[in-house]
């Protein structure tokens, strides 16, 4: 099992800067609501500042509490490697999928599961393809699945992949951020699946 995260690596120190400008904004957007709640009609005006508030926070939230874990499951585990009841270990997945887990102040979900199977190509941000063949079968499919990929990664989307799968008879595809390993790997298994 091969396992990269992205994004919740935010120390101490940026944890107290983050809460003392949170509680001056708190203080700001108050005393910003008392000077429009003396004005006529202000009551109108505190909605947007309100709600811009809220904004400023769940953008906060996203950057500093949100982080992605990516795991591929690249081989079994070792003969041996017992889990708490003395059982052997075994992975949940088949071998060669990756999947996506979300994390919320700690807590994660899993966001999606790809197959090895579904995999057609990784393509990086300089836009080279894994697998060029994928491309010729339905470009406009392929081309309408990367601009609706779903970002699974935090920060800017320079040097974003993107995984393209097929499930369900139509196109889909994932952005996110690997390391030039994973990147690799995900090659492989792709080039594997193509030669079967």
Do not use: W
Request: net charge positive; with cysteine.
């Amino acid at each position: 099992m091969y396992q990269e995260t992205n994004g919740g690596n935010a120390t101490k120190k940026q944890d107290l800067l983050l809460f003392f400008g949170l509680l001056a904004l708190v203080i700001l957007a108050r005393m910003l609501m008392n000077a429009v709640s003396s004005i006529p009609h202000g009551s109108i005006l505190q909605i947007p500042l309100f709600i811009g508030l809220i904004l400023v926070c769940l953008a906060i939230y996203k950057k500093r509490l949100c982080s992605y874990r990516y795991t591929l499951f690249n081989e079994e585990p070792e003969e041996g490697d017992l889990d708490q009841y003395g059982n052997q270990r075994r992975n949940p997945y088949p071998l060669g999928t990756l999947v996506f887990e979300q994390f919320s102040g700690g807590k994660g979900r899993i966001v999606d599961t790809v197959a090895p199977g579904e995999m057609q190509a990784i393509v990086t941000d300089t836009g080279t393809a894994a697998s060029i063949s994928v491309i010729g079968e339905d470009p406009e499919a392929l081309q309408r699945a990367v601009k609706k990929a779903a970002v699974l990664c935090t920060g800017k989307k320079s040097g974003t992949s993107t995984l393209i799968f097929k499930r369900d008879g139509r196109y889909q595809a994932i952005a996110f951020k690997p390391s030039d390993k994973l990147v690799k790997m995900l090659e492989e298994i792709i080039a594997a699946v193509n030669a079967a």
